[in-house]
């Protein structure tokens, strides 16, 4: 449209202009917001008009509300015409958007790695020239690929990128993530709509058009079309409307009066294609009008030519809310029925029509729903299941298995973290059936919501505190609950409760609960062969294995230490993160991946685990996994000796940890602490903090966390003189056969006896027995800190030539992992034994090859130059979805990565890095 028919606009075209031409100051990106027919749609078109006249190519498309819980619907819209720019990315890229878009087998991919495909591709396509990607009905667009075009918005500076959105106004909850640039489009003065009303119907009588001002308030829509519906075409005059009826409403009518005049066959063949989302644009799904029908269609307004693949498209989409309002009842359900029966090979969009075709409870159809509900769920789509299974739930007509159906959706709604959804399904079912499994079954629900929610283990204890002697899966789901609440409440009694019921269960290898339970009970010694167990259960993994299922593998695998043996199960419990999938258990997967990446000595990957599982938690309200994230936060932090933030974050937990009586956080914020205090060679405080947890000489037995402990209680004792109390501890561990439990501790007990060995001779025998243990490149930091105790003790015997092997080694490890106060103290070692240490050149992270920035990630580099832009840490924080904390945390190892000690010297330091590479 040129701008003669665009009216009172110029402030916004301005600024449109400015961003697709990327002028100096001006954000690449426009969201534009307002009600409906405010012209939002005109304007994005005159944008996408000027970026064509500039040369522009323009991707995008549209948002449809049948499509909205189709997870990456719209991604596919995106990039299904231009797949050629997707074969020029890497290979890991392709297939990570093959397999998204539907047109490769094998997982979802997670989210960042969507995320960072779909930027290579636009980035690619940018290659050829400027692109402006283009999104109308941007509300309507499936959550998921909302998240990867809100990455892609934050991002576009880099490359010959622009964007403009349109979408509905926002509400007063919505946050505006910074950098996003929003234009609220609002009604037009009372000049400017009079002079559109004039260019639109010109001759108007002065009644009429004075009416036509009022009634339309500034809304160009209303201007064009109420002055039809003020004539004879009008299905209800306006003045037979509520004198307060919105111009919504009055639009509505106006259009439903014209659909009206059309015969029944064009109206039903309209209806199915208001209802299929983009019917009458999609080729691929053709509709029964005929040339005539579509030219009378047309010139009642209702629908508009335009460049969709069909060449039409509704006028506005008030046009399908006209068309299905003015449907009977029986008309929508034999609208539903067409469409049920088009979709039999999609059982995704087959269900909805289905449950909307309903006259009746029907369980034939029920069943269906419920079927396809279970395979959303199995896949990750957790979020979907919940509502197909409530409308399973309406279409049921035995009580019995209404219940059943509402407690798998309120299942399901806890694994989306859709924590006061599930409540409420469970509040439903709650007197509908009586079946002692489907009562069980909801009481595991209503336990997990507490325990995942509120961290409310006492009611979580509560309410699992009698079970059946026999329930199948839903026992075993109410066990696994008591398994978890009596780790994190280190109650012996809970146990001892637990250990009795399982000893009833018939010896099965397999068993899911038996598995876990030995894995996280604090009972030493171990079991025997719990670690080959619990390999053969993921060797025996279907494909279809429920999320939660997985879950409790890797958990069982973190305390035997054998986690980075399963890291394909790990990355697939992350992947149920994407769009409305199971974010429980993708949030326990970010957890467990920081603790694998951890002690793999990778801690900038472990961060970023951590980080985003701490993100997805708070945006869920689980508070207890959002504790568990903060531990592992405070541990990253701890070793790298960052003591302020590992304070900060015990702190944090602690205050909620106690009155909840959450021991295992509480025992894993004395670790961290302890670390942090190691990590400053205060052993005093290191001391201290350990012996809160596991008295010197004593194993609680309620203390799961008890064996990881030895080698730093001992590593302080011993530094502070305590021999005697180190020797009885390690003595304690021996007994109660700490060592058999993983690889990784037999490490821990070996230095610990070098430590307290008696004479120099039992030390280095002790150490070599500790360095001589198969794979301890598998735990680079306890294997460093060995290193450098091996070290330290041949200097303090006067054996500088022993030594520098073993503290050169340990300040490798050290520097490559990140552990800078390890690192100094294994340097300053090195020069007490006569070694000149030069300043280290820090070399790119792997992940960071494309930075440009030596020895930053690429995450670090853009923390860094948003900090030299001006922005504070919370700015920064609310731009890449970091807590302020961890943006503090980066700022802390990009300084000395630099060669800097403050902010202010940060643009400068970068523009000399760039400049240098």
Known sequence: MSDQLIVGRARELAQLRRAIDRAPGAQPNVVLHGDPGVGKTVLLNEGIAYARRQGMRVIGGSGFESEAQLAFAGLHQLFAPIMEYVDRIEPFHQDVLRRVLGLADGPAPDRLAISVASLAAVAAMAEDGPVLIAVEDAHWVDVPTREVMMFILLRLSRWDL?????????????????????????????????????????????????????????????????????????????????????????LEEGFAGRALTLPDEVRAALLVTALDGDGLENTARPVALTAADVLEIERLGLVTRDSTPSGIRFRHPLVRSAITGTASPDELRTAHTRLADRYRTDPERRIWHLAAAAVEPDETVAAEIEAAARAIGVRGGSGLAVAALGKAADLTPDPADTARRLQ????????????????????????????????LQGQTTRARILLLRDGDLVAARTILGRLPDDGGSALDRALLTRV???????????????????????????????????????????????????????????????????????????????????????????????????????????????????????????????????????RHGLELLAH??????????????????????????????????????????????????????????????????????????????????????????????????????????????????????????????????????????????????????????????????????????????????????????????????????????????????????????????????????????????????????????????????????????????????????????????????
């Open 484 to 618: 978890t609440t009596a780790s994190y409440l280190e109650d012996p009694d809970c146990w001892a409760d637990l250990e009795r019921f399982l000893a009833t269960r018939e010896p099965d290898d397999g068993d899911l609960v038996r598995i876990t339970s030995e894995a996280l009970r604090p009972v030493l010694p171990p079991v025997a062969g719990q670690a080959e167990r619990l390999r053969r259960a993921f060797a025996t993994l279907s494909d279809q294995a429920p999320p939660g299922h997985v879950a409790e593998l890797c958990r069982a695998a973190t305390w035997l230490d054998t986690l980075h043996e399963h890291r394909a199960h790990l990355h697939a419990l992350i992947d149920q993160e994407s769009g409305r999938g199971a974010v429980t258990h993708a949030a326990s997967g970010y957890w467990f991946a920081a603790h694998e990446r951890f002690l793999a000595g990778q801690w900038d990957e472990a961060e970023t685990a951590a980080t985003s599982g701490l993100d997805l938690s708070i």
């Open 408 to 439: 798998l959706a309120a299942e399901y709604a806890g694994e989306s973290g859709q924590m006061d959804l599930a409540a409420g399904l469970l509040d439903r079912a709650k007197q509908t059936g009586s079946d002692p499994g489907h009562v």
């Open 628 to 917: 568990d994230l903060r531990l592992a936060l405070g541990w990253i932090a701890a070793g790298r000796g960052d003591e302020e933030t590992a304070r900060e974050y015990s702190r944090t937990v602690e205050r909620w940890a106690g009155p909840r009586e959450a021991g295992l956080h509480l025992t894993l914020s004395a670790r961290n602490l302890a670390l942090a205090a190691l990590s400053a060679s205060d052993y005093e405080t290191a001391y201290h903090y350990c012996v809160q947890v596991t008295p010197p000489g004593d194993f609680p037995g309620d203390v799961a966390y008890a064996p990881w402990l030895v080698l730093d209680l001992v590593d302080a004792a011993v530094h502070t003189g305590r021999v005697a109390e180190a020797k009885a501890h390690l003595r304690a561990a021996e007994d109660a056969g700490a060592g058999k439990r993983t690889a990784r501790l037999r490490l821990h007990l070996a230095a610990a006896h070098a430590m307290t060995a008696d004479g120099p001779d039992e030390a280095v025998a002790h150490f070599r027995t500790a360095l001589s243990l198969p794979q301890i490149e598998r735990w680079p930091f306890d294997h460093a800190r060995v290193r450098l105790a091996f070290g330290e003790h041949h200097r303090r015997n006067h054996q500088p030539g022993d030594a520098r092997p073993e503290l050169r080694r340990a300040a490798d490890i050290f520097a490559r992992i990140g552990a800078t106060a390890w690192q100094q103290r294994a340097e300053q070692e090195l020069r007490a034994a006569g070694v000149t240490v030069a300043p280290r050149q820090h070399r790119p992270a792997p992940a960071a090859a494309a930075t440009g920035v030596p020895g930053l990630t690429a995450q670090q580099l853009e923390v860094a130059e948003l900090a030299a832009s001006g922005l504070t840490n919370k700015e920064i924080g609310e731009r890449l979805y970091l807590s302020p904390r961890t943006v503090s945390a980066h700022l802390y190892r990009i300084f000395p990565k630099l060669g800097i000690t403050s902010r202010a010297a940060l643009r400068d330091a970068l523009a000399t890095v760039t400049d240098a590479t």
């Open 162 to 250: 622009r964007a403009i959105f349109a979408r509905r106004p926002l509400t007063a909850s919505e946050r505006v993530t910074p950098g996003i640039n929003t234009i609220e489009v609002g009604p037009l003065p009372d000049t400017e709509a009079g002079e559109l009303l004039d260019l639109l119907h010109p001759g108007l009588p002065p009644a009429v058009r004075g009416r036509v001002l009022d009634d339309a308030a500034g809304n160009p829509l209303a201007l064009a079309e109420l002055p039809a519906a003020l004539g004879t075409d009008a299905a209800t005059p306006m003045e037979m409307l509520p004198s307060g009826t919105s111009v919504r409403t009055r």
